[in-house]
């Protein structure tokens, strides 16, 4: 059994025995970065340092709703002896400080929605320490955590300097996305910060998950993460000057010998190859900044290869690392659209899938201004200018992963995923779904290819949109006065509509509408005739790719297994969809944790192939509905999972049900 961090892997023999008293803390970055020691209660700005001393304050009857084995094995703990440990759910949730464990928060800036924020920091987290990796660990680890140890944090622990309004705690629904989701990420290869422990509580807080002005009680609850480190790109912006758009600056403006410390101790920390090789400082920083933005790239293109959207892309929310960080309005795409927001909160889209790339480069640029005159300017705008042929290459490297084409690189390759997901997206195909279905197609063998052609292609068909899911995913989504101001010009000034017409937005609208058209004239069965001709032609095409993949080969036997092997180990067959966390929220909010077990399990294999009962679990129902049900016959959910009405099992790997497009995460 593999442990999965940061895409590297370490055996899981690694005998796990401290215990939570006798973890080995040793807190370095507190003693490298300063540390504001002041006892002033309240929200207030703290000048000067990088980090502040906190209490966290503790829960009411704290108690475990699941915990990841291998996330504590990475501090040398065992997930049977925690969870038997009658303290530790006060240890994790903050509640009893651990014996060698200095609460702080750490202080960071940051541009939010692209306007600068000025002072955010650790309004709801407080870092507790540094635990000495088990020895086992570090020569596995040693790329990706060189220093050995791992900061812990608690997530939901009470106010801090920097709690501004909020009262410093996280709720039990928003917790147990971050928790699985952290180790989806895991589970997936793809560089994440980690979640070991969740923590629920009898404290309530009153919460708006709608913002619609509808508060409800819900339970304090509290994440234990891990990460070599959880310094981010707003953790330079704390040296921001007054900024001319907001109007705000950071809380430590102009003080660059702090920036020029914070510098040397992430770089001699995390980045110990760079400190070696450069012995101008200049130079070193520069090369640390190319190496974040490789990092970044590579992030963001693992990113859009599994359909993830990050939803709060933040300077605040991009580690200094490469890491996944700060799970919030998450989303893992159903039916492919380059445009899918996962965060209602975000109405302009700033943040949606197809934008992921670019925000990440401009948020680098962001990160590049901060460290100002750190770095070699000239050399720091080329390195920018690299960020998109980087991301490009590191995508399609990806994408021929994920159509088993490894044997050979050829120009077109790219035009074929563009089409591919042209198709899907014009067809409301499952972007997961669609991408495991194709290690069915096989290299063209002759006398089989119609029969497997038309197999693979059909059950594609059964994941894509109906005819009325397309009319509502096509429908315009520009404020109405502005559509028909457009539709005016159109009548009245041509020429200045043409220039209109150019903007991406009104061209994306224009283009949606002009889609909707035609669906308005035909029917089910015309609209699925045409989905299954033009699956067809890619699907030729992409079998003639394959059929070059093997030429000259002695063994296609052994290259078509080579293939499959690598496309489903590139291919999840699981993610973790909004409807499938919501199942799990509503089950523990009624006080059954089973569901977030059950389904941690399945995330931590998603490249699997699952017993049936381990993919089982999917209620059709939503909202009070569920809890209705469940009400009603008890006998509804077994060991094995949620029924549906019919006691017909929905796997966790399904097409979502319809209520899937009601979820709403802010």
Known sequence: ELLIVRGLRMDSGISASCTLEYLPFNNVVLKKLPLDTSEEPGSRTVSGACFSQVQPQPLINPTFVAVSGSALALLGLNAEEVLHDPLGPEYLSGSKVLPGAEPAAHCYSGHQFGVFAG??????VCYLGEVEAPGGQLGSLLHDNPCGRWEIQVKGAGVTPYSRESDGRKVLRSSIREFLCSEAMAGLGIPTTRAASLVTSDLCVSRDPLNQGQRRPERCSVVLRIAPSFIRFGSFEIFHSRDEFSGRRGPSPGRH????????????????????????????????????TVRTARLVALWQSVGFCHGVLNTDNMSILGLTVDYGPFGFMDRYDPEYVCNASDRRGRYSYRAQPSVCHWNLARLAE??????????????????????????????????GLVMRKEPEDHELVSELLRLMHNTGADFTNTFRMLSGLSCPVEGEEAVVVSLVVDRILQQCASLEELKVANMPT?????LAMVFSMAQTNPAMFSLVADQPEVAHQLEKMGWLKELLSTNQDELRAKQREDWLRWVSQYRKRLARECDGASDLGTIQQERVHIMDRTNPRVVLRNYIAQNAILAAENGDFSEVRRLLKVLENPYSTQTEWELSGEPKTFGEKAHERVEKDPEMRTKEGWRDENQTYIPYDSMPPAWACKICVT
């Open 478 to 482: 520009m404020e109405p006065c502005d």
């Open 119 to 124: 002072q955010l920091g650790d309004g709801a």
């Open 370 to 403: 901060a460290l100002g005159s750190e770095l070699h300017a000239s050399e720091a705008a080329a390195i920018l200018d690299e960020f998109m042929p980087l991301y490009k290459t590191f995508y399609l490297a990806n994408m021929r992963r994920k159509l």
């Open 257 to 292: 010998d702090i920036r020029a410390q914070l510098l040397d101790y992430v770089i001699d920390t995390f980045y110990p190859d760079i400190q070696r090789n450069h012995g101008d400082c200049k130079d070193r920083n520069t090369a640390f900044f190319k190496e974040v």
